[in-house]
């Protein structure tokens, strides 16, 4: 089974920037077509993000962070990133990367597989 653990969060002012990584245990294999990044805010359910098709072809993004954040792949890495810029308070959150399944072709956050691993803390504060 391949594992994904994620890394790069920390603390920034809003107005700043982060690049969190999702970095698997081996090469993508075809039944592991696409990643999603999702948070978790206290005291609130999780929400999807963004994802991208294993082999880059399909991007999505949650309302909240379109034209401010980019996930992509990293060419031969089995890596997602995902470029956060202007941040706010509200995007505050433990981020997750998980397997999601796509439909022709385009990822889908709704149909996330997997647990949830242990995460990484972005905090945005003045």
């Known amino acids: 089974q391949l594992a994904l653990v994620e890394s790069g969060g920390g603390s920034v002012q809003p107005g700043g920037s982060l690049t969190l990584s999702c970095a698997a245990s081996?090469?993508?294999?075809?039944?592991?077509?696409?990643i999603g990044w999702f948070r978790q805010a206290p005291g609130k359910e999780p929400e999807g993000v963004s994802c991208?098709?294993?082999?880059?072809?399909?991007?999505d993004y949650a309302d909240s962070v379109k034209g401010r954040f980019t996930i992509s792949r990293g060419g031969a890495e089995n890596t997602v990133y995902l470029q956060m810029n202007s941040l706010k308070t509200e995007d505050t959150a433990v981020y997750y990367c998980?397997?999601?399944?796509?439909?022709?072709?385009?990822?889908?956050?709704?149909?996330?597989?997997?647990?949830w691993g242990q995460g990484t803390q972005v905090t945005v504060s003045s």
């Open positions: 998980l397997k999601v399944g796509t439909v022709g072709g385009a990822c889908r956050l709704g149909l996330r597989f997997g647990s």
């Open positions: 081996a090469a993508f294999t075809p039944d592991f077509p696409a």
């Open positions: 991208i098709s294993v082999n880059g072809g399909s991007t």
